[in-house]
């Protein structure tokens, strides 16, 4: 007690003239971040305010983010003592990428450290950065503590109910719809990214966390206190069938993931690589190995196809046809017969110039999944022996999947599998999975995550069929925005449940969203009947980016998104809503006295004929794009000598 009653009379002393605010703004000042105390004081409760700066006022666009952890036995929340806040210093970085929206990243960032001490004279940081396209903050113990159980963090978001939101129920595969509203509805748990409307349309901004390491747990967005409130949560009991703590552990020092918040004009939202851009760098020495690029799958059309070693073998020539660098055996491939066994089928697909991939199941007791193989990634022991098998038997990489939770034992799991893979250069991609937390940029042989409401579901529910064209022009602005997806697109077949979506949406979702592995989920058929053009796109698809630019868009309504590999471009348009429309397609993004040949594949007659066009473009070309009801457009620029 005499030690509490001290650190508050020096805190009183040291600081009772206190009125300064801290306040941090983006090199390119269009981002103000301000810290406040709820008592106008130097002890108390500590909250950020956001702001956005148009080129005539400066908006309010967060009123207040609530601050601070809970330990076991210490509190960071209430009674925190403001010492000082150290000179703001500016980070630049340039950094690249094998895969992703871009391969060169530069970005830049003004930085400060807030100290404090608690009632018990605790040191704890706060550490604020205000990015050009975002904002970003952690917590962090400076000094060395012994082990502590977190019981609560208390960032909180509060939104007034005048903003526009897109937001998703939380469940642990994150494979949900997003519903659009403009008031608070109160839910337990929100999943992220969650994406934000201001309510004088100033800015749109999106929540989410990176750097999400061995050190903590996942969190999602909470409102059932406040509906206004959006507080963090750590994952619930049930979550991995009861299996890991709930509640994360920590060591000082330690620094706690960053809040992110990306802000702007949608442009920006979609731009934006800031996720990684505040992640861990990249722990490999070589990543010659990684090569992004499009498979073949045959889940989609024959659910327990990779069984039957005809099918296997028929989407392997699929993959050789259309140039694609590998094909995927999905789950049940240990099981193979009519005709070959696995080797027979790699020793197939290897003579036909394909990399074969393969599927795992995440095996332990946090699934209740069956499906095999299974286990065979669980430990240390079980990865080396059976990433030494694939290595020999020349398979590329791993798809693991059914990990149903985000608890931080779980957080270490996928954590080993991806170091352990980089150990053998083996690829990863997660499905059934969390959403990408900037993991790609720390360990790049994760080329993919599912974590979202894909085509398979056209083979599990008959509301995906009314639900996807929204669902796919709101996924652009969201889930893909922070990390690659695995939507498995491009279907022009049915599966259980038909499309409504027309030849020329479907076409465009190769390049609307982004996957550095791309799965082409539709069966032979559906591809090698396309006409010539479309069949041509799709050989030449790249699975990794230059650039990305928004051209147009809103969640749910439309959106045309240019994508850049090297010199050529592709653009994709989709179509949401239940009427035709004309889009006016404006070349104004390539660069000035260059010329460019187009080929443009738009909707025909009907949903499901596709008209090709060609001709030479440039910077002053206008093109009107007719786009059916559900419907969409593709184009590919070919810069000319």
């Known amino acids: 007690m005499r030690q509490v009653l001290l650190a508050i009379i020096l805190c009183i002393l040291g600081h009772s003239g206190y009125a300064q605010r801290v306040e941090l703004t983006s090199p390119n000042d269009k981002i103000k971040v ?39 036995d210490q509190d960071f929340a209430s009674g925190l003592c403001f010492i000082k806040a150290e000179k703001p210093k500016l980070i630049q970085e340039n950094y690249t990428m094998v895969l992703g929206k871009s391969h060169k990243r530069e970005n830049e960032a003004n930085e400060v450290h807030v100290h404090f001490k608690n009632l018990q004279g605790i040191k704890f940081d706060l550490i604020l950065r205000a990015y050009n396209d975002g904002l970003a903050f952690s917590y962090a113990f400076p000094e060395k503590s012994d082990r502590q159980v977190v019981t609560e963090e208390k960032t909180a978001y509060t939104i007034p109910d005048s903003t526009v939101r897109w937001l998703q129920k939380f469940n642990p595969a994150n494979e949900g719809y997003y519903r659009k509203s403009n008031y608070a509805e109160a839910q337990n748990d929100w999943a992220y990214p969650a994406l934000f409307h201001t309510p004088d349309t100033t800015a749109w901004f999106l929540i989410h966390e990176a750097n999400l390491m061995r050190n903590y747990a996942g969190t999602k967005l909470n409102n059932t206190a406040d509906a206004r409130k959006y507080a963090l949560s750590f994952p619930d009991d049930w979550n991995g069938r009861g299996q890991g703590e709930r509640l994360p552990k920590i060591t000082g020092p330690w620094q706690s993931p960053w809040r992110v918040i990306i802000i702007g004009a949608l442009e920006d939202i979609v731009a934006s690589t800031l996720v990684e851009d505040v992640s861990k760098p990249n722990v490999l020495k070589n990543t010659e190995w990684i090569k992004p690029g499009l498979v073949s799958w045959n889940y989609w059309s024959s659910n327990h196809g990779t069984k039957d070693y005809q099918v296997v073998t028929r989407f392997g020539d699929l993959a050789a046809t259309m140039g694609w660098r590998y094909t995927l055996l999905d789950w049940e491939w240990d099981a193979m017969g009519n005709g070959g066994n696995l080797e027979d089928a790699l020793k197939y697909i290897h003579s036909k110039g394909v990399t074969p991939l393969m599927w795992y199941n995440s095996g332990g007791d946090h699934t209740w999944v069956g499906a095999t193989p299974k286990d065979r990634m669980l430990t240390h022991k079980n990865r080396v022996a059976e990433f030494s098998k694939l290595k020999k038997l020349g398979v590329a990489g791993v798809k693991v999947d059914f990990f149903e939770s985000e608890k931080q034992d779980m957080i270490n799991y996928y954590l080993d599998i991806l170091e352990d893979a980089a150990a053998f250069e083996m690829l990863v991609y997660f499905h059934g999975s969390l959403v990408p937390r900037g993991w790609a940029r720390t360990y790049p042989n994760l080329m993919t995550y599912e974590a979202v409401r894909g085509a398979e579901w056209y083979n599990n529910v008959p509301d995906f069929t009314f639900e996807a064209p929204v669902h796919n022009t709101i996924l652009p602005f ?12 491009v279907t022009f077949t049915n599966s259980q449940h038909p499309h409504l979506t027309s030849y020329g949406h479907e076409l465009a979702l190769g390049i609307v969203f982004e996957s550095a592995l791309q799965h082409m989920a539709d069966r032979p058929d559906g591809y090698l009947e396309l006409p010539d053009a479309a069949k041509v796109l799709l050989r030449n698809l790249p699975a990794s980016w230059d650039a990305v630019q928004l051209l147009s868009g809103y969640p749910g309504k439309d959106v045309v998104l240019a994508r850049r590999a090297q010199n050529n471009w592709y653009i994709g348009g989709i179509n949401a809503e239940d009427r035709e429309k004309k889009y006016k397609l404006s070349f104004s993004f390539i660069p000035q006295n260059a010329s460019y040949q187009l080929t443009l594949i738009s909707d025909g007659e009907h949903d499901k004929k596709l008209k090709t066009e060609h001709r030479v473009v440039d910077a002053s070309t206008e093109i009107d794009i007719r786009m059916l ?3 969409g457009f593709s184009a590919y620029l070919e810069k000319v000598d």
């Not at 008592?39 to 601050?67: H, R």
């Not at 925005?481 to 695995?486: F, I, L, P, Y």
């Open 478 to 489: 969201t889930r893909n925005v922070v990390g690659s997806m695995d939507y498995t697109p």
């Open 34 to 72: 301000s810290l406040f105390n709820t008592q106008e004081d130097a002890k108390g409760e500590w909250f950020l305010k956001v702001f956005y700066n148009t080129e005539i006022e400066q908006v309010e666009i967060i009123p207040q983010i609530e601050l601070g952890l809970v330990l076991e």
């Open 629 to 631: 009801r559900r419907g």
